[in-house]
């Protein structure tokens, strides 16, 4: 059984940090892809993140480029999103994600993924 359990929202000041946490169980860690999505109040669920299991390869939405780093550790089975330089519109719950189907190429798309974490709450304010 896949778990992916969120941790390490809260709330922050703009310009501000947090690091988020996903840890998984019940897969193949190092086989799967790992992505970060997030959901603003009254907005449909927006990819942020993502990072591939041959190469490490990682990638970006626009609107985090340069403030987020997503990072792996495999001998943890977890999966990290670092963010920096917050801003208010960052708020959202943030949801690890994974499929061993997900490519750079199909992972904004969150009808890929069949695992998902419950989420964790990330309030900037101004």
């Known amino acids: 059984q896949v778990q992916l359990v969120e941790s390490g929202g809260g709330l922050v000041q703009a310009e501000g940090s947090l690091r988020l946490s996903c840890a998984a169980s019940?897969?193949?860690?190092?086989?799967?892809?790992m992505n970060w999505f997030r959901q603003a109040p009254g907005k449909e669920r927006e990819f942020v993140a993502g990072?591939?299991?041959?190469?490490?390869?990682?990638y970006y939405a626009d609107s985090v480029k340069g403030r987020f780093t997503i990072s792996r550790d495999n001998a943890k089975t977890t999966v990290y999103l670092q963010m920096n330089n917050l801003k208010p519109e960052d708020t959202a719950v943030y949801y690890c994600?994974?499929?061993?189907?997900?490519?750079?190429?199909?992972?904004?798309?969150?009808?890929?993924?069949?695992?998902w974490g419950q989420g964790t709450q990330v309030t900037v304010s101004s």
């Open positions: 990072l591939t299991w041959i190469g490490g390869m990682s």
């Open positions: 994600a994974a499929d061993p189907s997900i490519t750079s190429s199909t992972a904004k798309d969150s009808r890929k993924y069949d695992y």
């Open positions: 019940g897969v193949t860690f190092s086989r799967f892809p």
